[in-house]
């Protein structure tokens, strides 16, 4: 078999990609190498690290199935999102190789001969990266199938046996970190939730969270209601003229930053905040019901409001004084 050094070839279309990986297969039609012949030369040519960009993606995309597609443009749109809402810190699935065991990826690779299994095909991959001394070298199982009448790579599963290599495989682990991403996503902070911040416009949310429904009283109101295609009912935003204020959460499955949400109990967001909280009385389900106002020096100007009934959270907010600190709604 040949080896493939890709990182010093040119770059080329997708057509020659194709062309030369059944040079390599033979005469005939496209057989289940292929599409894992071009798959390594698009990643390793592009420089892929961590999930694909939007036009890295496109340009692997006839060699992935829709499933594998599917899941690493989610984990690209975390990225991104990330990206944006906190530009001086390192989003999620940035770094690494996905496709294979080695974080560095390769520098070379061999296609070794397939083999059938119940309706798929398992192609043996033999990669190198000659980057250190001595070069390490490692073999992938990469799992093909047919999917609208051509082949295409359905998942990766890792083969390396040092520390710290990918462990799994590659559909498996990017639906872990999506299921772990999700359940962490909608964490309240004093600043905002998720990747929606405080201080943003709506527009810029709108980037990262999908169209936005306003809901003000009056047309002219500067004070109103935002909600997001993306974000999950029960979790709202207010806004002043067109910038995101407040973040308001009204029903269960959300969370603080320590891990407070509907049902808590109040003495367990007077530990949880110990010394950071003040208990003032419920203005409407007082003297029982309370207001737990958390602040951080930290983070001046900004509160995380728990309204209670006595015994458990009923609501919580969190966003900059003095719109954090109204009572109802706008007023």
Known sequence: MATIPVRSLPA???????????????????????????????????????????????????????????????ARAIRAAEATAQPDEKPSFAEGDLFTSLFEGPTSFTLLPAVAVAGEHRVPVRFRDERPLPAVEWTDTVLVRAEGGRWVVADVVYGGTWDFANQGGLVASLRDALAAQAANSWVLELTGIGPAKVGMTIAQAQALLGAARIERIEPSDPCGYAYFASVPAGISFMVAGDTLVRTNVDTTGFRSGRGLGLGSREADVLSAYSGMVRVEPHPYLGPEGHYLIVEDSAQRGYRLIFETDGRVVTSFRAGRIPEVDLIEGCA
Do not use: K, N
């Open 12 to 74: 080329a279309g997708l057509g020659v990609w194709l062309s030369l990986g059944l040079a390599l297969a033979g005469c005939g039609p496209p057989g289940p190498a292929a599409p894992v012949e071009g798959l390594y030369r698009a990643l390793i040519d592009s420089r892929v690290t961590g999930a694909p960009l939007v036009g890295q993606l496109a340009t692997i995309s006839p060699f992935i199935s829709a499933d594998l597609r599917a899941l690493l443009d989610s």
